[in-house]
């Protein structure tokens, strides 16, 4: 079974300022390895799939990056709405189930 | 635009069952993988189980084997998930989500619906 973790658990970081989050799977996962967005009392959202490929509608801000075992999401400058949680995934050609990291929360400092 | 309802969530004690649905529309219900994923209070996403396009293929997490049943109807867009046995750990929002399948790296979820919200107590 693949454990997925992420670091920190918390991140404060000012507006404007850039922002890095890590993830590592257990074993290489190649670049089956998404990154979402949640929101307080929201449902999650969509970032990045295939490790660095932004999904539909998601600003240039956020890029992802990564391979194998270790993976990397960049939010070059925050704003006020990406203040949330964010997640890992990693998938599967088949069948497909999913595990997730534990998450990042992105705070104001 | 892909839309996703979830219904059927609500209060049952322990021991009890409970079916949830999640509506879909704005794609061809019928050609996407779909998948349920929940998230106890205050904690993270756990996937709980998934069924191919047909339905013919489900698969389940281990905590839930034996104990959930994942289905679907594609004349009515409609995916559901039969819970029995339920016990205060399987307290959480339930996420209907949609299994996108990408040709290099496979499977991931690309949409999710807002969640409904099982609670086991007595």
Redesign the interface.
């Known amino acids: 079974e693949i454990v997925m973790t992420q670091s920190p658990a918390t991140l404060s970081v000012s507006p404007g300022e850039r922002a890095t989050l890590s993830c590592r799977a257990s074993q290489s996962v190649s670049s089956n390895l998404a990154w979402y967005q949640q929101k307080p009392g929201q449902a999650p959202r969509l970032l990045i799939f295939g490790a660095s490929t932004r999904a539909t509608g998601i600003p240039a801000r956020f890029s992802g990056s990564g391979s194998g075992t270790e993976f990397t999401l960049t939010i070059s400058s925050l704003q006020s709405e990406d203040f949330a949680v964010y997640y890992c995934q990693q998938y599967n050609k088949w069948p497909p189930s999913f595990t997730f990291g534990p998450g990042t929360k992105v705070d104001i400092k | 635009e892909v839309q996703l309802v979830e219904s059927g969530g609500g209060l049952v004690q322990p021991g009890g069952s409970l079916r949830l649905s999640c509506a879909a529309s704005g794609f061809i219900f019928g050609t996407y993988?779909m998948?349920w994923?929940r998230q106890a209070p205050g904690k993270?996403?756990?996937?709980v189980s998934?069924l191919?396009g047909s339905g013919t293929?489900t698969?389940y997490?281990d905590s839930v084997k034996g104990q959930f049943t994942i289905s679907r109807d594609n004349s009515k867009n409609t995916l559901y998930l039969q819970m029995n046995s339920l016990r205060a750990e399987d307290t959480a929002v339930y996420?209907c989500a949609r299994?996108?399948y990408?040709t290099?790296?496979?499977?991931?979820?690309?949409?999710?619906?807002?969640?409904t919200l099982v609670t086991v107590s007595s």
């Open positions: 993988a998948s994923v993270g996403l756990k996937w998934s191919s293929s698969y997490a996420y299994a996108n990408d290099l790296t496979g499977y991931y979820i690309d949409y999710w619906g807002q969640g």
